[in-house]
């Protein structure tokens, strides 16, 4: 007996032919709706592959903190505590002016992690000093600039010290 000849592999005669479904109103809609959010849902593919790194390496950072004061150096914790204060009592300091509030409390911080850390801090001192130099080196010259161009015109004789 061949398989051919068996009931279950039997062969229908007739062939079949394939009749795609005309499309119903309900898909109609629902192919305009993809159509005008395609190019919103591309944008958020886009920034979701822009952010997901990011926010891969923040929870590794997270994971890596984490572990890292769960198994932290002995005295870590009082240092801890002590920069903390300091920010603390920096912030009391400030009654009154913005500017002090923005300032204060870094600085009292950065006093108490010096303690504690006074190579780094060098280090630290070292940047931030070339880099205000440089703003305040960028600044003079800026400010020289307008002076030249506002007060010192050929013209200009009236705010000369000589003529009163």
Sequence with gaps: MKVDELSLYSVLEGQ??????????????????????EPYTSWC??????????????????????????????????????IGFAG?????FTRGSKIKKLVYPPCFMGLAASIYYPQQAIAFAQVSGEKLYNWGLHGYIAVEELWKENFQKPGNVKNSPGNK
């Design 88 to 92: 603390f009592v920096g912030l009391l």
């Design 16 to 37: 079949s032919k394939y009749v795609e479904e005309p499309r119903t109103q309900l898909e109609e809609s629902i192919s305009q709706l993809r159509h005008h959010c």
């Design 45 to 82: 593919q886009e920034i979701y592959s822009q952010t997901k790194p990011k926010m891969e390496r923040l929870v590794q950072w997270g994971l890596d903190s984490c572990d890292y004061l769960q198994n932290a150096p002995p005295g870590f914790f009082p240092r801890l505590g002590v």
